[in-house]
T-cell receptor, first 114, second 112 residues
Framework: DTEVTQTPKHLVMGMTNKKSLKCEQH?????MYWYKQKAKKPPELMFV???????INESVPSRFSPECPNSSLLNLHLHALQPEDSALYLC?????????????FGPGTRLTVT | DAKTTQPNSMESNEEEPVHLPCNHS???????IHWYRQLPSQGPEYVIHGLTSNVNNRMASLAIAEDRKSSTLILHRATLRDAAVYYC?????????????FGKGTKLTVNP
């Protein structure tokens, strides 16, 4: 199984809401990633988890809060977002937390903040 | 800092070869060149990567210039399913940490 799954596929939330994005992989990968992708732009790295510990935070605002409950799951908790946070949020995994390994991406969650 | 430059778009005909160029004139000796593609409504998908020598796999070939300042992704026979945005990416060290530096991507259109 070489699949990364993400739920929900689409999410609309108000600026005062709290919501969570979920990501799951069963490939035994020990590194997991969150990316943000605006329309017609390349993905931008947000967070990296290695062995369930946060190893990279690319200066992401605190209204985005990642969590890695176990080696297969990655969550992104959202609170008090702004309309400019509307984007496609991609999760990825790789065997280790070095970028020399192939990353497997999920299909993304399309987030709209109203 | 590492940077890649790609054409915004390219067109090809089905069953013809496609050569997607990437310029990375600021590449350093330890930077790897990766290519990913993103089909419509999907997450990116790994295509190929290399350091110095040309590389082949079942999806594509990667031709790297001798001075490593440019590379070309080659799809040997384009199909309609190859229509995607292709990203040329450098795996580089910046500020003491490893990073993936994405190009802006080339949107490939394949005509039947």
């Amino acid at each position: 199984d070489t699949e990364v799954t993400q739920t929900p596929k689409h999410l609309v939330m108000g600026m005062t809401n709290k919501k969570s994005l979920k990501c799951e992989q069963h490939m035994g990968h020990r590194a997991m990633y969150w990316y943000k992708q605006k329309a017609k732009k390349p993905p931008e790295l947000m967070f990296v988890y290695s062995y369930e510990k946060l190893s990279i935070n690319e200066s992401v605002p605190s209204r985005f809060s990642p969590e890695c409950p176990n080696s297969s799951l990655l969550n992104l908790h959202l609170h008090a977002l702004q309309p400019e946070d509307s984007a496609l949020y991609l999760c990825a995994s790789s065997p280790r937390d070095t970028f020399s390994y192939e990353q497997y991406f999920g299909p993304g969650t399309r987030l709209t903040v109203t | 800092d590492a940077k890649t430059t790609q054409p915004n778009s390219m067109e090809s005909n089905e069953e013809e070869p496609v050569h997607l160029p990437c310029n990375h004139s600021t590449i350093s000796g330890t930077d790897y060149i990766h290519w990913y593609r993103q089909l419509p409504s999907q997450g990116p998908e790994y295509v190929i990567h290399g350091l110095t020598s040309n590389v082949n796999n079942r999806m594509a070939s990667l031709a790297i210039a001798e001075d490593r300042k440019s590379s070309t992704l080659i799809l040997h026979r384009a199909t309609l399913r190859d229509a995607a945005v292709y990203y040329c990416i450098l795996r580089a060290y910046q500020g003491g940490s490893e990073k993936l530096v994405f190009g802006k991507g080339t949107k490939l259109t394949v005509n039947p």
